[in-house]
């Protein structure tokens, strides 16, 4: 009890909360150092096109085209799994290889209507099901709260960057961002299990088709 009658354990400081506050800045920081070191892959890419398209060549050059293995990638990965290949499994791997970009379950079932293919829609949920266990395919949110399907070959965790006119998607490594999870599991006490990232935008080609490289 305090000379002046008053009990200080009864009156909160504010130490307790400027170090929660601390701990949120800090680890605000060390998200945002993530996300800039993604922001200056992007910016690098943007430079990348502007310059091309200031030389007179189309933005797409300035990228290396990506090797279309999406054909062979589910029927791949379906054998090296163990997984027979039967003659649904192949219907819906060759649904897939001939879709540009990112596709829905929805959009194979109309797929499949069209062509007059003799599966139902139970057949093409499990295949994508199967696909996506074994890597095949991965699912990504999309801006608008649905989700989608996009082929990408088997390998070490990755993110996706997809184009929002043409559903284009490629591969990009983590840039440094899984050390970011990793610190902020430690100073949270949290137990991260799994961390997931999509950038939107608009590919070289159709920036190039809309006239914005380099904006």
Wanted: charged fraction near 25%; proline fraction near 5%.
């Amino acid at each position: 009890m305090a000379t002046d009658g008053h009990d200080p354990s009864r009156f909160p400081t504010n130490r307790g909360r400027r170090s929660v506050d601390g701990r949120r800045l800090m680890n605000h920081a060390h998200l945002m150092a993530g996300l800039s070191r993604l922001r200056s892959i992007a910016n690098d890419g943007w430079r990348r096109g502007g310059a091309a398209r200031a030389a007179g060549r189309s933005p797409a050059a300035a990228y290396p085209e990506p090797v279309d293995t999406l054909a062979e990638s589910p029927l791949a990965a379906l054998d090296r799994a163990g997984y027979r290949l039967t003659g649904p499994r192949r219907a819906v791997a060759e649904l897939i290889a001939s879709r540009q970009g990112h596709f829905t379950a929805a959009d194979l079932v109309e797929d499949a209507v069209g062509q007059r293919l003799d599966m139902s829609r139970a057949t093409i949920f499990r295949t994508l099901d199967v696909l996506e266990g074994i890597g095949a395919i991965e699912r990504i949110d999309l801006p608008t709260g649905d989700h989608a399907y996009i082929s990408c070959e088997p390998a070490a965790h990755h993110h996706h960057v997809v184009c929002e006119r043409c559903g284009r998607a490629n591969d990009v490594d983590d840039a440094g961002l899984a050390a970011v999870v990793e610190r902020i599991g430690r100073e949270t006490g949290y137990r991260i299990g799994a961390h997931r990232l999509e950038l939107f935008g608009l590919c070289p080609t159709c920036q190039g088709e809309l006239g914005t490289a380099g904006d």
